[in-house]
């Protein structure tokens, strides 16, 4: 019983991850998609040969410079894995610093985590997961012998290198994957010494390094409330210094440059604005502002250089990218000419440097990786990603759109075509949403989408409330007691592609991951007319269950972003909307719901049980099928060819359902 309500599940049991029952389970039911994909396997393979054709397979990122080396990534044919290396100089001999593809042998996962090397450039800490549980493990190698070190230790979230090259700090996970202690380590020492312990359970604790090189950073954030601790890199031994202490709802990131910290608070508003500190006494009563707080804009983020200043904007639902100069203050704004886009920063490890590097791409533009003069003003640009295979951006067409949802609110929606289309509402469309944690929705270049565009698959990516598109109050109003707004913006969208003749009545996708599916089980309770077909990836369907269980990992730090439902008011709210709690006696749409065994991030059992059930109640007859890697995580597959794979089984079935199985 809870808040007067006896909760029964009849599929608990599937919880229980060891028990033969469950796998053999899970197994009968990957054998049943199986069998019902056989007629479309040949397209799969199909599917499959166009993505890896669009993918240049022996490929090389842009070197960066780091420690008197120049390092990169890259990839060969047949490979799963990038293999990391370096060279004295960019005409030097290579030095391979890691090859995932020797680590992976024997796993059928891997997944890389921490990569920091040493300010002298002799030592790499690393850390890797082999299960797919995100659990990674650190090690240190020698990088002038080639060979690891001693160190070897387990459930490592974050690691930072002090100035000496000899000392670690490093944060670990409790039994819900909780980032809660601060470690220091010395290199071939076996006792390590706690240093912070974060007892709050709603915060999560991260360790990092200034660009500077002079301070290590130690933050502890919930979903609402974060608090700072630093320390200087050339001191490991000393205590820790408190910033500010942590005050419900204040929010603040701290960097460095010169004789101030940087710090960037919504102290004064909800989206951020850019304060400093002086280094000698950084209190809260010494803080001057540097960029004010705008109501209209959301500062994202900052990113210091000895002379400059990047400023990570986001206006009118739109990435900006603006260059401050320290000495004489102008600024200045990248611009940037597609509908919709996304920037971020690559790799800028140098801080006495006016050569600044950001990717750019769009749903139709590959990513572009550019080196900005920030004295000039001048972008050039240092590599295109290739497309093999006949690609030809010319033939391709982007626009943003907007729907209106019930309240009034204008919700964007980005999409993309291949030119000839027409608009006639009898065409096919896949509508991709997420809706979470402040997150704007990346708007990215994949050869998945080529497989749908040159279908005549109108892509289309709705940024709904949850994410972070118009800043915080984007996210406000689709969080905690106002989460319904996202659904209910989904609906808006697609009915508003539907009216302008984007897509026919009953040629619609639907397509989430995470939390996005459950805004997927959301509205197809909702609206279960809506889509011909849905694909849920590791889908939050039981949100109430999940919720209730405070030894899973994020159930307690997300009570700030869904609610406690030992809560009355927030278990009523959460009972309106909670996909698993919610199935009807209805007609759904096609569903494939895609899982992983070893899922830390939304457990295995919420879509098998969410399927189980639905099939109960389920009167259209569609199938619904439930799809488990045994063997990965929440990304699922981690080899590049395996997660093409993947995206081909996906698609094909999704394309079957629309009619465009060719």
């Known amino acids: 019983m809870l808040h007067g309500e006896r909760r029964v599940d009849d599929y608990f049991w599937l919880r229980q991850k060891q028990d033969p029952a469950v796998r053999a389970y899970l197994a009968a039911e990957n054998a049943y998609a199986d069998a019902i994909m056989a007629p479309l396997r040949g397209f799969a393979d199909t599917l499959y040969q166009e993505m890896v054709g669009h993918l240049k397979e022996t490929d090389l990122e842009v070197p960066y410079r780091q420690a008197g080396?120049?390092?990169?990534?890259?990839?060969?044919?047949?490979?799963?894995?990038?293999?990391?290396?370096?060279?004295?100089?960019?005409?030097?001999?290579?030095?391979?610093?890691?090859?995932?593809?020797?680590?992976?042998?024997?796993?059928?996962?891997?997944?890389?985590?921490?990569?920091?090397?040493?300010?002298?450039?002799?030592?790499?800490?690393?850390?890797?997961?082999v299960t797919g549980f995100r659990e990674y493990t650190l090690q240190v190698k020698d990088l002038r012998r080639g060979a690891l070190l001693g160190e070897r230790i387990a459930k490592v979230r974050t690691v930072v290198w002090a100035a000496d090259g000899a000392t670690l700090f490093y944060v670990v996970e409790d039994r819900a994957k909780r980032p809660y202690r601060l470690y220091r380590h010395r290199l071939g020492v076996a006792a390590d010494e706690l240093i912070y312990e974060e007892k709050d359970e709603r915060f999560d604790l991260e360790v990092e390094r200034t660009r500077s090189g002079a301070w290590l950073i130690l933050?502890?954030?919930?979903?609402?409330?974060?608090?700072?601790?630093?320390?200087?890199?050339?001191?490991?031994?000393?205590?820790?210094?408190?910033?500010?202490?942590?005050?419900?709802?204040?929010?603040y990131y701290v960097?460095?440059?010169?004789?101030?910290?940087?710090?960037?608070?919504?102290?004064?508003?909800?989206?951020?604005?850019?304060?400093?500190?002086?280094?000698?006494?950084?209190?809260?009563?010494?803080?001057?502002?540097?960029?004010?707080?705008?109501?209209?804009?959301?500062?994202?983020?900052?990113?210091?250089?000895?002379?400059?200043?990047?400023?990570?904007?986001?206006?009118?639902?739109?990435?900006?990218?603006?260059?401050?100069?320290?000495?004489?203050?102008?600024?200045?704004?990248?611009?940037?000419?597609?509908?919709?886009?996304?920037?971020?920063?690559?790799?800028?490890?140098?801080?006495?440097?006016?050569?600044?590097?950001?990717?750019?791409?769009s749903l139709i533009s590959p990513k572009s990786v550019y080196e900005h003069d920030m004295a000039s003003g001048r972008s050039r640009l240092l590599k295109r990603t290739e497309v093999p295979g006949g690609f030809d951006r010319a033939r391709y067409e982007a626009a943003r759109v907007f729907a209106t949802a019930s309240d009034g609110t204008r919700i964007?929606?980005?999409?993309?075509?291949?030119?000839?289309?027409?608009?006639?509402?009898?065409?096919?469309?896949?509508?991709?949403?997420?809706?979470?944690?402040?997150?704007?929705?990346?708007?990215?270049?994949?050869?998945?989408?080529?497989?749908?565009?040159?279908?005549?698959?109108?892509?289309?990516?709705?940024?709904?409330?949850?994410?972070g598109e118009y800043g915080k109050r984007w996210h406000d109003d689709g969080r905690m007691l106002r989460k319904k707004n996202t659904f209910t913006d989904v609906v808006a969208a697609a009915e508003h592609l539907r009216r302008e003749r984007w897509a026919a009545?009953?040629?619609?996708?639907?397509?989430?991951?995470?939390?996005?599916?459950?805004?997927?089980?959301?509205?197809?309770?909702?609206?279960?007319?809506?889509?011909?077909?849905?694909?849920?990836?590791?889908?939050?369907?039981?949100?109430?269950?999940?919720?209730?269980?405070?030894?899973?990992?994020?159930?307690?730090?997300?009570?700030?972003?869904?609610?406690?439902?030992?809560?009355?008011?927030?278990?009523?709210?959460?009972?309106?909307?909670?996909?698993?709690?919610?199935?009807?006696?209805?007609?759904?749409?096609?569903?494939?719901?895609?899982?992983?065994?070893?899922?830390?991030?939304v457990m295995y059992w919420e879509p098998a049980k969410y399927v189980a059930k639905l099939r109960t109640l389920d009167t259209g007859g569609r199938p619904v099928l439930l799809r488990t890697n045994m063997g990965a995580g929440h990304g699922g597959a981690s080899g590049r060819y395996d997660k093409y794979r993947e995206a081909a089984h996906d698609q094909a079935f999704v394309l079957g359902q629309l009619g465009v199985a060719k």
């Open 255 to 361: 960097d460095h440059r010169g004789a101030e910290f940087f710090i960037r608070t919504n102290d004064a508003g909800r989206n951020f604005r850019l304060v400093a500190a002086p280094v000698a006494d950084p209190a809260r009563a010494r803080w001057r502002e540097v960029v004010p707080h705008r109501p209209a804009v959301m500062l994202e983020d900052v990113d210091l250089f000895a002379g400059h200043t990047v400023l990570w904007e986001r206006r009118d639902g739109l990435p900006r990218l603006r260059i401050v100069d320290v000495a004489g203050g102008r600024s200045r704004e990248v611009a940037f000419d597609e509908p919709s886009y996304s920037i971020f920063p690559d790799k800028n490890r140098e801080f006495t440097t006016t050569a600044f590097r950001y990717s750019y791409e």
């Open 505 to 601: 009545a009953d040629r619609m996708a639907l397509a989430g991951l995470s939390a996005g599916g459950l805004l997927v089980g959301a509205v197809v309770n909702l609206r279960p007319d809506l889509f011909r077909v849905v694909l849920a990836g590791v889908p939050f369907v039981d949100v109430i269950n999940t919720m209730l269980d405070e030894t899973l990992p994020l159930t307690v730090p997300e009570f700030e972003e869904w609610g406690n439902p030992k809560v009355k008011a927030h278990y009523d709210y959460m009972r309106s909307y909670s996909p698993y709690d919610n199935l009807a006696r209805v007609r759904y749409p096609a569903l494939l719901a895609r899982t992983a065994l070893n899922d830390s991030q």
């Open 219 to 251: 933050t502890s954030a919930s979903k609402t409330t974060t608090e700072v601790r630093v320390l200087e890199a050339a001191r490991p031994r000393e205590a820790w210094r408190l910033i500010a202490p942590r005050a419900p709802a204040h929010e």
């Open 69 to 129: 080396w120049y390092w990169y990534a890259r990839t060969e044919t047949g490979k799963q894995y990038p293999i990391h290396c370096r060279k004295p100089r960019p005409d030097g001999a290579e030095q391979v610093v890691l090859d995932l593809n020797a680590l992976a042998q024997g796993h059928p996962f891997l997944g890389l985590g921490a990569y920091r090397v040493s300010d002298d450039g002799h030592v790499l800490a690393f850390s890797t997961d």
């Open 412 to 467: 964007p929606i980005s999409l993309a075509w291949r030119k000839g289309h027409v608009r006639d509402g009898r065409g096919a469309l896949w509508l991709i949403a997420y809706g979470a944690y402040g997150y704007p929705y990346w708007i990215g270049f994949s050869p998945e989408q080529l497989t749908l565009l040159d279908r005549g698959v109108v892509v289309a990516v709705a940024h709904v409330r949850g994410g």
